[in-house]
């Protein structure tokens, strides 16, 4: 069931909206404000409070964590959808999340790890199914659903900057352990305001959409259980010592894993999916923005990774007597997103009243370059810091700008694609399996991240060269071969317009 058109409660939208844009505000605080110091504190010294282990490790696990939350998704989208219903996976999935948190809390390094797995869970299943709430609570024929979720992607990055800034300040004033406790009071705010709100949603999504007969649940829940206990199992006897995993070569296999279980998914329902000509011509131009997106995200996700090194140990931090705390700097990207989106989203319409419309490999493409160019910067900033200088601040931001430029150059045009693009009895499908793209670029950003060696600062300067180079290398081939997916995504389109009013 979904809410009815006239309800505008909140600044003109559903009142469901609110409760939903406040719990993903404080859940992003949390998971945000959380990110910004995981490096740090992999990497810290234990007389600074850190765990102490290698570059090459932390960005590992990094792109680990990173990677899995959105793999978790998945799963946890089709149990939301077959077994529980949407509003119990995000209440569920927030008090998993909150219970992470306290588990980081405690200063232990066997606690640090557990709390991860407990953060991964949680995030898997609250993440996909809150963003999907928010498009239930409009009917098909509302025309607010677009800027609904522009207000709801503000949430997101307003709860992002205050899990910068006060996960930030109690890091550096307290210790990382008092920061992860904040992470957890920040899940707790938002599941006491999702509770006592929740009637606003006014039975939207509180059962699952296709559930499975009485037989089939079972079976499901007996395959849940199973899996804890196979989670459980391991990182026991990994605490223990009795099961030895190195990160390193662990984030490689998964990282071929996850690029597997894509081109076979993709290849499934392209192949086997008895698909028309248009169609296919349609998943071939996605196929070219999956790769843009996992190249993307893979330069992106440098920021909680070497770009949070290089503000920590090569930037001149100090403003007279006031010490940034290293995790601001991330808060750029929210702070930026805030005060450009409303512009991107006019420039896109404004070319298309002049009879601009670049196609979704260019609009891609154009975001992948930028992004990429974000690396010059950096490539300039690391040659000072190898001389034995420490640089300005504004290199940093510089680069997280024009990170930013790109993401919103690609991220919501990417999402857009794949809704256009994809064959609609496939559409749900592919969305989860572009969020693959995502998965595979934070795994190798964490692996790329591991070569930053702050004992070697030379190196510096060649690694974000060859990022850069990358990026801009794989945006030029993306534009040379929109000449031709131009005509594919122009036929994908006519063919579903077609279809949908058959």
């Known amino acids: 069931m979904t809410t009815k058109s006239i309800d505008t409660g909140f600044f003109g939208h559903p009142k469901g909206l609110q409760t939903l844009f406040m719990t993903e505000m404080w859940e992003r605080m949390s998971y945000y404000g959380m990110r910004a110091l995981l490096v740090l504190f992999m990497t810290a010294s234990l007389q600074e409070g850190g765990l102490g282990i290698t570059v090459a490790t932390a960005g590992a696990i990094y792109g680990l964590y990173t990677g899995a939350v959105y793999f978790m998704g998945l799963p946890g989208g089709w149990l939301a959808d077959r077994l529980i219903g949407g509003q119990n996976a995000v209440w569920y999935g927030g008090i998993i999340i909150m219970l992470g948190h306290i588990i980081l809390a405690i200063p232990t390094a066997s606690s640090f790890y557990i709390g991860l797995i407990f953060v991964v869970l949680g995030t898997g299943l609250l993440k996909p199914n809150i963003g999907a709430i928010v498009g239930q609570l409009y009917s098909a024929e509302d025309r607010r659903r677009d800027s609904g979720y522009t207000l709801y992607y503000m949430g997101i990055n307003i709860g992002a900057v205050i899990g910068y800034t006060v996960c930030g300040y109690l890091q550096e004033e307290w210790g990382y352990h008092y920061a992860f406790g904040a992470a957890a009071v920040g899940m707790a705010i938002g599941l006491v305001q999702f509770r006592l709100t929740r009637p606003n949603l006014q039975g939207v999504a509180d059962g699952p959409i296709q559930p499975l007969s009485p037989a089939a649940q079972k079976r499901t829940w007996g395959i849940v259980a199973l899996f804890l206990v196979i989670v459980a199992v391991v990182t026991g006897a990994t605490m223990s010592g009795t099961l030895i995993i190195n990160p390193v070569p662990v984030a490689k296999s998964v990282a071929v894993i996850f690029c597997s279980i894509f081109l076979i998914y993709f290849g499934a329902i392209y192949f086997r999916g008895n698909l028309n000509t248009n169609e296919k011509k349609g998943m071939g131009a996605l196929f070219l923005i999956c790769v843009a997106s996992a ?58 009243k002049r009879m601009i419309t670049p196609s979704y490999s260019v609009k891609c493409a154009l975001g992948l370059i930028i992004m990429a160019s974000g690396f010059i910067v950096m490539f300039f900033a690391s040659q000072y810091a190898a001389s034995g200088l420490k640089v300005a601040p504004y290199w940093l931001v510089a680069t997280y700008f024009l990170h930013t430029v790109g993401e919103l150059c690609l991220s919501p045009v990417a999402l857009s694609a794949v809704s256009k693009l994809s064959p609609r009895r496939f559409a749900g499908q592919m969305m989860g399996v572009f969020v693959l793209t995502y998965s595979i670029g934070n795994v190798v950003a964490g692996l790329l991240s591991g070569n930053f060696d702050p004992n070697n600062v030379e190196q510096m300067p060649n690694l974000y060269l060859q990022i850069s180079l990358f990026g801009i290398g794989v945006g030029i081939v993306l534009v040379l071969l929109s000449f031709k997916t131009k005509f594919w995504e122009d036929a994908a389109e006519k063919s579903a317009i077609a279809e949908a009013k058959a």
């Open 295 to 352: 190249c993307f995200w893979s330069g992106f996700e440098q920021a909680g990774s070497s770009l949070n090194l290089f503000g920590r140990d090569y930037t001149d931090r100090m403003i007279g007597t006031f010490a940034i705390a290293t995790a601001w700097f991330q808060s750029a990207n929210s702070f930026f997103i805030i005060i450009l989106s409303p512009f991107f989203a006019a420039l896109w319409i404004n070319l298309a």
